[in-house]
């Protein structure tokens, strides 16, 4: 049962732009916090950007500047903009939710394995080219 459905990522130029969205299909009684993480080959997943509700946004340092995350309730889906992008964005994108922001930015930090929040999307492969 696909849980989060992510929007097909792409292959642009060095200094393009894309924008991911992630739709949460999950219960709609509560409130969900959105996150978006990254892993190139050989490397570990990281954070990218987290939606966190009263408590703003975060950024991974790279990305600071040049993504943007948001949230439409109504909608039930997060956005990922992404923009001025280089070789060193390729990655794997997954969203993740949990109706907890807390528990997001613990695993966000290291501080929670993965598999306890509440849903991952399958993924969107983005590639930039120089």
């Known amino acids: 049962q696909v849980r989060l459905l992510e929007s097909e990522g792409g292959t642009v130029q060095a200094g393009g732009s894309l924008t991911l969205s992630c739709a949460n299909a999950l219960s709609p009684t509560k409130t969900y916090y959105m996150g978006w993480f990254r892993q190139a080959p050989g490397k570990e997943r990281e954070e990218v950007a987290l939606y966190l509700g009263a408590s703003g946004t975060q950024y991974a340092d790279s990305v600071k500047g040049r993504f943007n995350i948001s949230q439409d309730n109504t909608k039930r889906t997060a956005y990922l903009q992404m923009n001025d992008l280089q070789p060193e964005d390729t990655a794997m994108y997954f969203c993740?939710?949990?109706?907890?922001?807390?528990?997001?930015?613990?695993?966000?930090?290291?501080?929670?394995?993965?598999?306890?929040?509440?849903?991952w999307g399958r993924g969107s492969q983005v590639t930039v080219s120089s």
């Open positions: 993740a939710t949990d109706h907890n922001p807390s528990l997001l930015f613990a695993v966000a930090t290291g501080r929670a394995p993965p598999d306890t929040l509440a849903a």
